[in-house]
């Protein structure tokens, strides 16, 4: 059984920090093709921020680059998402997911959630002065 759990959600004033973690267990950093954080708003479609293939390579939503780094730490089966200056409009509930290497869905993009079929439960991210 795949579960993804996140923290280090909160509330930060404009230009703050956070850094989010997922821990991933019942399957290794081996086991996947790429992990990635999304992040879903109010009333608007769930967005890819940031996504790591199994090779390390990365990839960025234009909104975050620069801001926001993704990173992780095999060791710990551990996703973690660095973010700097913060702004209001980046409010959101954050998603950990990943997508398995068995799994047999179109890989659309890295950044696309119909990508992706393990999913964690979310931590809010509030930007507010």
């Known amino acids: 059984q795949v579960q993804l759990v996140e923290s280090g959600g909160g509330s930060v004033q404009p230009g703050g920090s956070l850094r989010l973690s997922c821990v991933a267990s019942?399957?290794?950093?081996?086991?996947?093709?790429?992990m990635c954080w999304f992040r879903q708003a109010p009333g608007k479609q769930r967005q890819g921020v940031a996504s790591?293939?199994?090779?390390?390579?990365?990839r960025y939503a234009e909104s975050v680059k620069g801001r926001f780094t993704i990173s992780q730490d095999n060791a710990k089966n551990t996703l973690y998402l660095q973010m700097n200056s913060l702004k209001t409009e980046d409010t959101a509930m954050y998603y950990c997911?990943?997508?398995?290497?068995?799994?047999?869905?179109?890989?659309?993009?890295?950044?696309?959630?119909?990508?992706?079929?393990?999913w964690g439960q979310g931590t809010q991210v509030t930007v507010s002065s």
């Open positions: 790591i293939g199994s090779d390390g390579s990365t």
């Open positions: 997911a990943a997508r398995g290497r068995r799994y047999s869905g179109t890989l659309y993009s890295s950044l696309t959630p119909a990508s992706f079929n393990y």
């Open positions: 019942g399957y290794t950093s081996s086991s996947y093709y790429y």
